[in-house]
Every structure is written in structure tokens, then in C-alpha cells.
């Protein structure tokens, strides 16, 4: 019963982490139909830039973080910009685009590995406090993460449902030819898009560079993680993103309980595999409004 | 020189698993995200045969090709469930779990240490060791399985895959079996693949996990793109360059201590400027069909060729006959209690205003919906449940609203794809009968040329169906659906958007059809159309046929009109 | 094959002189002993021409310099270049300059041996540092027909030890230090093992090694958990350790996993010591004040003994990379003056020396090398060389020296 707790929390903490990728991961997928396997190695920047700002100027912690997710931003908005729209106006097929996405990882991969070194960059000024509940031992960063979780989902729902922006995404995500029709500029709203979600996933960075550090592949992993949270909860959808977060955290967290643990990697995709035989498009599907 | 040699055999094995991977992203647009596995499968299972049962040549090479074509049928199974970003994720799923069994099922795959010590191919007791002695092996290896790929691409069955890529719904409609494509497509690729693991494990001798990591399905994938989609020579080329391009970067001295995450960086940088400039692949997707056309580009006005469209034995009663369809969506009524009745030699009009479930009624008759309740008669047999590839062999088929041509194939291959019965759809007879079906594919395009000069579209056959006007367009559906040799016709507004002219020419051909004792149905929304066309009407709203009769006396009725122009 | 009768004594008096020792130990004896036929050809062979000498010694390294889950190339290439470096400061071996070829291998074993295949084509190579073990096994079958020398620093795995002539190690395999690391909780008396390991094939290697070991001591393995080695998400094996209330915590993992394993072990609350066979940099970076009290095993290297060879190297590492020296920079710095080593010898024996088979024959008819770790390194028959092997125990984020692992 005691591990069941604690495997229990384990699962939403780390949960809250996969539902931020997801989240920002299924944001530009819904909106834009890249698949932006990218997203890794931006999520890496994220990290390198909260470290660089914590570390290298020795600012306070909460500004490196909001430095780590501005840098994370922009450099999702200019692979957007630079990258992918180019490309798309020429119209490429989406194997290219695809492709194009797996040179990018490559191309940033090695401009990290060059700038920052293989090795791990930590912040060693950070510990995070530790709560104990009788058996259950909770960190700071646990705690910290549902906490975000929480506020990026009622942030992004009210810029969604209730800015100019967040309508045109919508718009967008539902129907591109028709929100190009009404006079949206669709170029701009990817653009935004892309921040948005790069600055979504880059929180979760800030939070892995507290726990384990940064590496320059440290992204690697992550996308596949995001990719699956964001089909598993449904495309493009918030509450989507947030329940398949949810669920893969636990069920990996849960399942190793009696799954020899050297299988981890398999869990989130034999989920996958399961929610795809009974719901084909996701727990929720589509951009909620 | 070994170094020379060894660029070759691995531009021979990445040939191999390009040109596979090629099938099922190039021809069958089946963008499956796990091309290392079956690869993987291949190499394992020789390495195990060989060193652990010691089983001589061929035998391990012919299992691994047996086992990974089984493992490929049953990764074909999400594919009929999953398109687009789904069948991507699904697959690459498979592949991470595949790669967790290959490091944790200890006991058969040698877990994380994986399998050393394989011993060289030996055939006949020569052994092929080092890379001097196996590349002559690799070569044949890999123009043997170009070739068979080469040979499915470009035969019927090839042709339906790609049929299948641009629209799978107008495949089916007519007459391609969707699953037999998908579970054929997978199995062959997979097959062909894991040769390539076959000969890396005994060149490499050493099978492990490292080996077939997802980077190694991304590469195969760049190197079908960067060659170019549909192209199977662009297969080869992209895995030529591919391979030769770091061994190229390689020779470069860059900076010690950076070196190697600079090469990384300019291969990247690379690929993209190969997207860049050729963004649809070196080579572009051939167009074919053309070569064995006896009459190319036939003028039109030519005499209607023979056989251009089979004649039918005038036969009396329904052709086609529905009685009591009903359909729900959710709480919505979409079709009930419908009764329809086609006879041949007859044009009978679908009419009734929009949303009044004509296009419902057409997709339960053609079995891309299964009706709630009812049944469909084709001449007396029980039709319903068929799907809707058995319905267009039965000898019923149908033409969309929206078109569905298969745009990126040639108009002669739009017709061509339709021909009924082509023994070369199925794998067996490519291989067992190749002769066979080159003949009858040779008889096919001479028949498909006859259809489309009968058409008008005689000097159009070699171009691309999206090079269409959207007048010929309308005539490409109507060939289309003429090769299918059904004798049930349903044209989904074939006149919508015409002027004047192209409009008589297309009711001229449904005239000329039904006097060859066609059955055939048409949703109409132009009434002066409607009377030019029609024989006899059926006006449907809201689900229903509100009545049924001869043109000139239904829109004589008061209440219909009210009603249709509401 | 197994090692129970390590003569690892004969190092415990710390402060031999680096140069080799005139005296040669018991089991050098034996194994020269052995193999004297060898020997005597070898001697009959080149004795009398006189050397050929290369313009240079060019040395290959396989390095997995751009491999995502390979974190120690950097430093091993920064050991080559250094060793590199300070040998041609000081003249060359034997006057002739050595050059060092350092190929990526990217962790990928088919990568590998397009290096492997290169530094062949282009240099004609002779003897080549290799790294990680699933590259190894796909290069070694190359290096073996081609008569190529090869020394592998970094792997500790035992599937690369026996099949291989040509193929040397300069770390100690896993049964060594595993084994060595086990006499820590058993002096201690503990009898409960908790076990994580990396799903590698050195993970797979230590755990084998560990089981055999600790069941023929008597104890139990209250848990075994893996974990891919670039996890990042270990909790749930770190919430099943701690459930099974071991007396203590092995961590058979590799730069920077150790880290994150005491980092959430003590963040869950795990009081237990925790035993391991690694500690770089990378790992006391990721597991911060979390590693105080870590004790691992590892070849022993003692910066501060009184070998003037050990506090130059680190002295001088230090003052290049402003870095501490760990396993795997003195292993591939030694790496190369082995081979160095081995070359002068054979060059002593004249003729065409400078090639894999006469670097081999080198070794095996002394197998005694000076070890930047202090004393003499021998390497047995096997390949493997004998190195003492450290208990080392980490205060305010230091190795400290323990003592040295009796092994028997």
C-alpha cells in the first residue's frame, strides 16, 4: 500500500511533466499538421537558456525559468519562421516536411553538443525541499509541476476561448482553407502558435534541468513522449493532452509495479497501442472551444 | 580498397531497404514509421538460425524472409484502422517495443551484449568473408530484390497500391480489395527487407539492438525522400548518397575535438539543402502505363474502338433492387424505409433537395455504408454486407461528388486501374504467371485506350489526371467507371459545374451507355438536365422517396417543386 | 573466464616506480612461461633485420563522439590528444612523432565499421583504441582478421573478453570491480542486495557478475530494476528499491546514471548506503550533495600517491581541461602509452615492427606496462590487464580513497 502511494504520486508528478509535452506538442500538431520532431532539441534550448541565465549570470531562479521558456519561444517561432514555412509555402509534401523536421533535430543536436559540450550542466545552487506524508515522499518539483500543469491548461483555455489569437487558432486548427477564406493570416497564427507551445513544452525542460540537469540531447526522448500524450489524449485537444499526460504518467508508474522495469520504454506505446484499437482519434479529439 | 568495397556492400543493403521502404511510403502512401524492425527481424533470425541451429544456406535467409513477411502482414493490421499521423505513431510504437525485445528477451536475442560470432555466408562451402568476397553478394542480393520490386511496382498491383495512395475510397469503388493491398504491400516490403538484415548479419556478424534504433529507420526514410517518393531508381541513388556522404565527410579533417559533431551538423545541413532544391526527391515518380499503349495518344473522333464498352444481354426486371434501407446516424434519420429499383437500358434520376440523404442512399447501395436495415438484390442474389470492392465485382459501382480521380497517375492509369478481373492485382500471379499477366496487362491498356477514345480523352491518356480541365475530369469518372464493366452504374452529379456543351456530351455517354443495357443512377440537382437526361425519377426527402415516376409528371407536381425549391 | 586468483597484493605497496619493474611477479612469470614458444619465434624472427621504421605512428581510436547516449568521448579524446601531445613534446617514440586518428563511431555498431574500415583505408591502421562494447563486437572480427591491435579502455563488459586475440582491456571488467565493490557491504556485513542497473550490455555484465558473487556469499537480492542508461525518469524503480528494505543500494550504471539514482534514492527517503563502480564529473554534477557517502570501485587511480607519473597526468589534465581526471581520461591516456610502449619493444626486436601482430607479440612476450594509475599494469592471457582496483568513498562531492579491493 505504501509503494502504491508513492508510485501514485510518482505517477502525477511525472504525469504533469508528459502533459506539458504533450500539450505543447499537440497545440502545433492541431493548429499547423507538422509534425515537428524538432520540438526535442528546442525543448533542449529551453534548458540551455534557464541554465545560462541561472548559472552563467546568476540571476534568481523564477527569471531564469521565464528566460528558459522566452528563449524556447523564439526559437520555436524561428524554426517556424525560417524552416517550416518556407517550406510549406512551396507546398512539400509532408514526408519532406517531415524529413525536414528529423534535419533540423540533426542540425540543432550538434549546434548544442558544440556550444555546451556532451556534458550535463546542473544548477548545483538548487535543491528542492522535500515533504514527507507518513509513507509518501514528495519533492518541491512534484509539486511544482502539477502546480504548472494547472495554470498553463486555464491560461491557454482563456487565451483560447477568449482572445482574437486564440479564436484564430482554433479556427485554424479546424479548418485551414476556411480560416484562410475569412481573412485569417494563417502565416502569423503558426507563427504564434509555434512560440506557444515551445514555451508549453519548455517549462517542462526548466523542470528537468532542476531535476536531472541539461543535455544537449536531453529532447530526444521527450518528443516521442509528447507525440504519445498528445495521440493518446486526442489531437489538438487541452483536456486531451492533459488526461493522456495524466494516464501515461500513471500507467508507466503503476504498470512497472509489476512489469520488470527494463520494459519502461515499451508502456507508453503499448498504451498508445491500446487507445488506438478502441478510440482511433484519441481520448478527446479536436481543438475544444 | 576494402574501404571502397565496404561502401559498396553497405550502398547494396541500404539500396535493399530503401527501394522496400520506397513500396510502402512512395507507392502505397502508407507512412509507416518502423522500417528498422523488420530489418532487425531479418538479422536476428539469420544469426540465430545460423549459429545456434547451424542451419546451411539459403535455408536461414529463406526463414528470415518468411518470418519477417508474417511480422510484416500482421503490422499491416493497424494500417487498416490508422492513417496519416496515426499509422506514423502506431508504427514507430512497434518499433520501440520491438527494440525493447530485442534488449530484454535475454534468452533468444542475447539481450543488450546481442549476437556475436556469426559466421560469414557460406555457400556451397565458399565462405564470403570481408567485404571483397561479399560484395558481389550484396550486388546480387540487391539488384535481385530491385527487381522484384521493380516488378511489382510497375504491374497492376503496383498500380492499384498507387491508386490506393491517392484515394482509398475510389480505389475500392473500383474494385481494388484495400485490405489485400495493405497486408500484401507490408508483407513484400518486410520481406524484401529482411534480406538486407539477412547479409548485414552475417557481413557485420554481429547483431544487436544498436543496429536498429529509430535513427536507422529515419535514415531509410531520408533516403526515400531524398530520392525521390515513387521512384524506386531514387531509392538507390538516395541510399548511394546517403552512405556516400559522411564517408565523404569523413575525409574532411575538421577540428580535433569538434570534428565529428561538425560532420553531424553539415550532413544535416546537407539533407536540408537537398530539400531545398529538389523538394519532391531527385528523381520524380515516372509515369507509366504508356509504354505497351498500342495507339498512343489516340486523336479523338476516332472511330469507337471495339470492345470499348462490353456489350450486355438486354435482360428484363431490376438490375438492381432495395427494398426498405434504413440508416440512422446517431438520433439523426438519415435514409428510411427506401425503396429502390434500377433496371437496365433505364436512367433513373436521384433527385430531391440538399441534405435529403441521395448521397447516403448511393454509399448504402454501394456498400461504403452498411443500412441498419433492408436489403440490396442484384439480379435476385442477397447483396447486403458486401463491402464495397465485392459490390463492384458483383457488378455494381459508382462515381463521387467530389470526384476521386487518382490525380498523380496518368489518365490512361486512372482507366487502366478499373479494368475488372486483372490477375496481376494479386502477388501469386506476378510471380507465378508473370508472363501471363504481362499479355493480359498488355491487352488491358489496349482496351483502356479504346475506352478513352470512346470518351474523348484519347489524346489526354499519358498526362497526369490533375493536369485535367474540370470538364475532362468529369469525363475521366465516367471512363472510369465504364472500364469497371458493371452493369449498375451510380453517378454522383456527373453534370454538376458543366456548361452547356459538356454537359450534352457526358448525358450523350450515359445514353449511349444505357442503350448497352446499363443500369444506371444519377443525383441530379438541374432539372433541365433532370428531363434531358432521365428515363425515370425518384425524389427523395428527408430519408424518404416522397414518389417516383416519369420526369415530365413529377415535376408537374406542385408539392414536389414547393418542396425542392424551398 | 573468470579471474579468482587476482594477485592484486602485489600492488598494495603503494609507490612502486612507474618505470617497469626489473622483477617480474609470479603470475608474469607463469604467463611468460606459457607462452616461451611464442616468444622464442618471435625472437628468431626479427632479431636480425634491422627496424623499418614508419615516418610516424599513427594510432586509431573509435570514439562515440556524437552518440546521444555516449557521454565520456569527449574526455577519452581529450586523454588521446594529451598523451599524444606529450609524447611528441618529449621527442616521439624513438624519435618518430605519434599521430592519433580519432573516428566517431556514433554508437551505432555499423558506424563502426565504416570507421573501423576507414582508418584501414587511409592509414593502413595498426592499433586502435576502441570504446563501447556493442561497436567493439562489430569491430573486433575486423581487427582480428587484419591483425589489428586493439585496446578497449572504456567498456567493462565480459562478452569482448575471450573470443578476441587482438583485442587488450585497460579496465578492469565487470567481474573485477564488481566483485571488488562487494567487499564493501560485506565487510559491513550486510546480507540484502538492492540492484539497479542499465540496460546495456555492461549493465547486463555487472549484474551477472554481482549475482554470482554476492549468492556465493550467502546474501539475498531483495530487487533488481533497470533502466535504459539515458532515462530520465527512473522513479517507479526507485520507489521499488526502497520498498524492499535492502541494507543497501548497487547501482551497476555508467556516467551520468549513478548520479540520478542517489539523487532519487535520497529524495525518496533511502537511508541505505549506496555502492556503485563509476563517479565522474557528470555524475557528481547530477546528484549534487546527494553522492556524500557514495562508495564505488574503480581502477585505482590516485592523483595523490607518490608515482610522480599519476600527479603529473592529473596535474597536467587538470591544468588543460580544468577538470578532474576520471576513469575514462586516464584510461585512453594510458591507452595510447601502452600501445607507445609496446611499439619501442617491438621495435627492439627489428624488422617490420610497427604492425598489430608485432605490437601483440610485444605484450605477450612482456605483459608489464608502466599504468598511469601508479605501478605496473600486467595483462593476462585473456587480454585483460590487471590494474588495482580502489575502494573509493565520496565526501563534499570528492573521491576519496579507501583502500584497495582484496578480491580472492
Known sequence: MDLFAQLLVNGLGNGSRYALLGLGFGLIFGTTRIVHFAYGPIYAVAAYAAWLAASAAGLPLAISAAIGVAGAALAGAAVYGLAYRPFEARGMSSHSVLILSLALSIVLDSLLTLAFTPSVQTIPEFTAPIFILGPVYVTALQLGQIAAVVAVAAILTLFLRRTRYGQAILALGDNRDMARIVGIDTDRISLVVFAIGSAVSAIAAVFTLLNEGATPTMGFNPVFIAFVVAVVGGLGSIPGAIAGGYLVGLVESLGLWKIPTEWQNSIAFVLLFLVMLVRPQGLFSGLKR | MDLVLHIGVMICLYAILATSFNLLIGFSGLFAFGHATFYAVGAYATALLTLRLGWPFPLPLIASIVLTGAIGLAIALPSLRVSGIYLIITTLALQVIAIDVMLNWTGLTGGASGISGVPPLTILGHAFGGPARFLPIAALAAALCFAVAYHVGNSPFGRALRAMRENESAAASVGKNIFYLKVGVFGLSAALASVAGSLFAHYLSYVGADSFQVSETVLILSMVVVGGTGNLLGSVLGAAILVLLPAGLAFIDLPQGMAGQLRLLIYGLVLILFLVFRPEGLLREPKRGGKKAPHRNMPDGAPPAMGAIVPLAAREGSALSAVGLNKRFGGIVAISSL??????????????????????????????????????????????????????????????????????????????????????????????????????????????????????????????????SYAEEKLLVVARLIATDAEVLLLDEPLSGLDGAAMQKIIDLLRQLAARNRAICIIEHNLEAIRNACDHLVYLDEGKALAEGEPGALMRDPELMRRYFK | MTTNTLPLQHAVTDGAPPAPAKAPSRRSVASMLALAPAMAFAGRAYAAEPPKDPPVFRIGALLGLTDKGNWNAL???????????????????????????????????????????????????????????????????????????????????????????????????????????????????????????????????????????????????????????NASNIDTQMAKLRNTNADFLAVWQFSPGPGLVMKRAREFGMKQPIIGVEYTADIGKVAGPHSEGYIFASDYFNPNASDPWPQRFAAEYRKRFNDNPEVYAANYYEGIHVICEAIKRSRAQGGDYFTGERIRAALLANPKVPSVYGGDMTFKPDGTGLKRVGIFKVTNGEAKFQNFAEIN
Request: charged content about 25%; overall charge neutral; hydrophobic content about 45%.
Open chain 2, 339 to 468: 425503396d429502390v429499383d434500377l433496371a437496365s437500358g433505364r436512367i433513373t434520376g436521384l433527385v430531391g433537395p440538399n441534405g435529403a440523404g441521395k448521397t447516403t442512399a448511393f454509399n448504402l447501395l454501394t456498400g461504403f455504408l452498411v443500412a441498419d436495415g433492408g436489403e440490396i438484390r442484384f439480379r435476385g442474389k442477397l447483396l447486403t454486407r458486401l463491402r464495397p470492392h465485392e459490390l463492384v465485382r458483383a457488378g455494381i459501382a459508382r462515381s463521387f461528388q467530389d470526384l476521386r480521380l487518382f490525380t498523380r497517375m496518368s489518365v490512361l492509369e486512372n482507366v487502366l486501374v478499373a479494368l475488372p478481373r486483372q490477375s496481376g492485382d494479386r502477388l501469386s500471379a506476378l510471380f507465378l504467371r508473370p508472363f501471363a499477366v504481362r499479355r493480359e496487362d498488355a491487352a488491358n491498356t489496349a482496351r483502356a485506350m479504346a475506352i478513352l477514345a470512346f470518351i474523348g480523352l484519347g489524346d489526354r491518356a499519358m498526362d497526369l489526371a490533375e493536369d485535367l
Open chain 3, 75 to 229: 574526455v577519452m579524446q581529450r586523454a588521446i590528444q594529451m598523451a599524444v601531445e606529450e609524447i611528441n613534446a618529449a621527442g616521439g617514440v624513438e624519435g618518430i612523432k605519434v599521430e592519433a586518428a580519432i573516428e566517431d563511431h556514433q554508437g551505432v555498431p555499423r558506424v563502426g565499421v565504416d570507421a573501423m574500415q576507414r582508418l584501414r583505408a587511409r592509414y593502413d591502421i595498426q592499433a586502435v583504441l576502441l570504446s563501447y562494447s556493442a561497436v567493439g563486437l562489430a569491430v573486433a572480427p575486423i581487427g582480428e582478421e587484419h591483425k589489428i591491435f586493439m585496446l578497449d579502455g572504456g567498456s567493462v563488459t565480459d562478452a569482448l573478453v575471450g573470443p578476441f586475440k587482438y583485442l587488450y582491456h585497460n579496465r578492469s571488467v565487470a567481474s573485477v570491480v564488481a566483485r571488488a565493490v562487494l567487499t564493501v557491504p560485506k565487510q559491513m556485513g550486510f546480507k540484502k542486495m538492492a540492484q539497479m542497473a542499465a540496460v546495456t550490455d555492461d549493465g547486463q555484465s555487472l549484474i551477472r557478475a554481482a549475482e554470482a558473487d554476492w549468492k556465493a556469499y550467502g546474501g539475498e537480492i531483495t530487487a533488481t530494476e533497470q533502466a535504459m542508461s
